[in-house]
């Protein structure tokens, strides 16, 4: 039986890897936020309202500061790559009280992924190469893109514990 499984399984892995792509270019990029903000829009569907604040353990951020924290992070990658003014630089989003609502916070989380696909659409592959600096580090515009991504995809991943710890079944990966 598993010399017959082999041959499928083989098959399957070498079809998935030989459609991968990386992250590159503007087009691929606006195609993996917008799945990322559909994603997550998932995720805050999922927590009902009486979960938004949440906390595991005293000592970690609630469920709505791990996806503040997520937005805050939207805001300043897009802002770095493409030098467009942050809308919430100075504001720490998690300590908002008014964003603490689900309706509140599915809004604002939603909005910085907007925020992140507009800076995108205004941006083109040529100037993707650009250099950008992030502290004391310099990228291209594209790796602050991706450096984005990575930490939302982070977050909201930390998320997922969350919402099993009240029961709930997360969403499904979704990876394409």
Request: hydrophobic share 40%; charged share 25%.
């Amino acid at each position: 039986m598993k010399r017959l499984l082999f041959p499928f399984l083989l098959l399957a892995v070498t079809t998935v890897l030989s459609s991968y792509r990386p992250m590159t270019g503007v087009s691929q990029q606006l195609t993996e936020w917008q799945r990322a903000k559909e994603y997550t829009k998932e995720y805050l569907d999922a927590m009902p309202e009486e979960g938004t604040n949440f906390k595991p353990t005293p000592e970690i951020r609630s469920f709505a500061e791990q996806m503040l924290h997520l937005a805050s992070g939207n805001y300043l990658f897009g802002s770095i790559a493409t030098g467009k003014a942050n809308p919430m630089a100075g504001k720490q989003m998690e300590k908002m009280e008014e964003l603490k609502t689900k309706a509140a916070l599915s809004k604002a989380v939603l909005d910085s992924y907007d925020f992140m696909i507009d800076a995108l659409k205004g941006t083109t592959d040529a100037q993707m190469a650009e250099t950008v600096k992030f502290g004391k580090n310099e990228m291209s515009r594209e790796l602050a893109f991706a450096k984005g991504f990575e930490h939302q995809t982070h977050h909201r991943g930390q998320t997922t514990i969350y919402i099993r710890m009240k029961g709930i079944k997360p969403p499904n990966e979704k990876l394409f």
